[in-house]
């Protein structure tokens, strides 16, 4: 996904996003997604600099998650900017939020963004 990302990131640079079908709009933003809830981490934060295997694997899937949802959702018929418009953040925030091997805590954050999404996408 951010190998994709990358090379429609550069695609987007000279087209601008909107230009892009809808399923290649949900790559860009399921990519932002991975790095910012998932690759970003803070050593300064208690919560965040450090996380059990367990957790990460739940904030993949979380954000794996999602982005299928918003996949499905585009295929479906919902404009991708909709989607785009999304409230993200408790997903981003997840990683924060949660205790560092707190995978519950992870799923309650996974099944309020998808919510989110389908709430958009029906």
Known sequence: MLADADRLAAIADLVGVAALPGHERMVLLGARLMR????????????D??????KTAALVDAVLAVVDA???AVAAGTPAGELEEVD???LVRAREETAPDDVEAVWAHRVSVLANVREVGT
């Open 36 to 47: 910012e809830a998932v690759l970003q981490q803070s050593a300064l934060s208690t919560q």
């Open 49 to 54: 600099a450090f996380s059990s295997a367990a």
């Open 70 to 72: 918003a996949q499905e």
């Open 88 to 90: 993200f953040s408790p």
